[in-house]
C-alpha cells in the first residue's frame, strides 16, 4: 500500500513549489514520495531542481492526463454558457485546463494520496490524514463549506434539487488540499456524472473555479465516503489554514492558531507574481511572508534577498505614476 503525494506546477510557480517540497522535508520527511503534475510543458526549472531531489518525480502519465482533460472538456461543453463567457472575456477553450489535472491522482501510482496545491506550506505532521483515509475515502480539512459562492452558482434553481441545504453547508470543500484513495472515479462513474451533468445539471457549476466546482460535485453526486477534519475535530483542536486569517502567529519557522501549530497554510488568492517578484528582490510585504521566506531559502540562504526598502503592501493600490500611465495604456510592471 504506497502512500504518497501530488503537487499540480510548472515554473510559474517555482518559488513556491521549492519553499513546499523544502517544507514537505522538513516537517512531513522524506518518507513520503511526490509526484508533480505539470499544469503545462512550462518545466524547466522544476526539472532541474528535482535532479537533487530523490523522492519527487514528474508525472509522466500521459493518458491520465489525456483521459482527464477529456473528461473535464465533456463536463463543460454540457454547461448552458461556460464557452461563451469564457470567449468573451479572451479564453479559448476550457478555462484553466491545466487545474483539472489534479484529478490525475485517482489513477497515479498511490494507493493513498494527498494532493497540495503549490501555493501551500506543510507545517505538521500528514500521518494524521493518511490514516483517515483508513475509515473514508476523502478527506479534507478547509472552512470553504462557510462559502458556497466559490463552489457552486448559487442562483441556479436547479442546485437544491440535487443538494439538499444540509449538505451544501457541510460538504463543500477547497480542492486546493485533500487526501483520497485511488480509482474512486473509474470508467463507470465517470460516465454516471457525465450523464448527470449533460441532462442539465452541469448549470449549477462555478465556472471561475472550474476545477474546484467539478471535484465538489464529483465526491458530492457520488456520494463518496468524505470526512472534514474543520467540522469533526474537538473545538480546541481545530486549526485555521489560509493565509487570510489575520491571527495567527509565526514562531521558530511555523505557524500557529492559537497556540495550536497548523498543519498547512495556504496563500490562497495571492498571485504567483507577488512571489516571483519578492524572491527576485522586490521588497512586497504579505502576510506570513517570513515563513514563506525560510522554506523557500532553506538550502540556500546565501540567495535570499536582502532588502534595504521600505516594504509594500501586496495588496497597495498603485502609484499616481501608475494610474497614469496605465490610462495612457502604457503598460507597467505587476
Not at 504506497?2 to 521549492?18: H, P, R
Not at 510543458?41 to 491520465?64: C, G, P, Q, W, Y
Not at 536582502?306 to 495604456?329: E, H, I, N, Q
Request: aromatic share 14%; proline share 4%; with cysteine.
Amino acid at each position: 500500500m504506497t502512500e504518497g503525494i501530488y503537487i499540480l506546477a510548472n515554473d510559474i510557480v517555482y518559488d513556491q513549489l521549492v519553499a513546499l517540497l523544502n517544507s514537505i522535508e522538513v516537517n512531513a520527511g522524506d518518507k513520503y514520495p511526490v509526484s508533480i503534475i505539470p499544469y503545462d510543458d512550462n518545466l524547466e526549472l522544476v526539472r532541474e531542481e528535482i535532479k537533487h531531489r530523490s523522492n519527487v518525480e514528474i508525472f509522466t502519465d500521459a493518458s491520465a492526463i489525456k483521459l482527464w482533460e477529456d473528461f473535464s472538456a465533456q463536463i463543460w461543453q454540457a454547461h448552458p454558457d461556460a464557452f461563451k463567457i469564457w470567449q468573451e472575456k479572451g479564453i479559448s477553450g476550457v478555462h484553466r485546463l491545466g487545474m483539472h489535472r489534479r484529478f490525475c491522482g485517482f489513477d497515479g501510482v498511490f494507493d493513498k494520496f494527498i494532493y497540495l496545491d503549490a501555493d501551500i506550506l506543510i507545517l505538521n505532521s500528514l500521518n494524521y490524514i493518511f490514516e483517515q483515509l483508513n475509515q473514508n475515502d476523502f478527506v479534507v480539512y478547509d472552512f470553504q463549506y462557510k462559502d458556497l459562492s466559490h463552489v457552486y452558482n448559487f442562483n441556479s434553481d436547479k442546485l437544491l434539487n440535487i443538494f439538499s441545504q444540509s449538505r451544501l453547508d457541510k460538504e463543500i470543500f477547497c480542492a486546493g488540499f485533500y487526501a483520497a484513495n485511488k480509482g474512486l472515479f473509474d470508467d463507470d462513474r465517470r460516465k454516471y456524472l457525465l450523464s448527470k451533468l449533460q441532462a442539465g445539471e452541469a448549470e449549477i457549476l462555478y465556472k471561475n473555479a472550474p476545477d474546484q466546482t467539478i471535484l465538489n460535485y464529483m465526491v458530492m453526486r457520488t456520494e463518496i465516503s468524505s470526512y472534514n477534519f474543520a467540522l469533526d475535530l474537538p473545538e480546541n483542536q481545530i486549526t485555521g489554514c489560509c493565509v487570510t486569517s489575520p491571527h495567527f502567529d509565526e514562531r521558530n519557522n511555523l505557524v500557529y492558531d492559537k497556540g495550536k501549530r497548523l498543519t498547512y497554510l495556504h496563500y490562497i488568492g495571492l498571485s504567483s507574481k507577488i512571489f516571483s517578484a519578492l524572491c527576485n528582490g522586490e521588497n512586497i510585504d504579505f502576510p506570513y511572508r517570513e515563513t514563506f521566506l525560510h522554506y523557500r531559502y532553506l538550502h540556500q540562504p546565501d540567495k535570499r534577498p536582502k532588502f534595504t526598502t521600505k516594504p509594500k503592501a501586496y495588496d497597495a493600490p498603485p502609484s499616481l505614476t501608475k494610474r497614469v500611465l496605465r490610462k495612457l495604456g502604457i503598460k507597467v510592471g505587476a
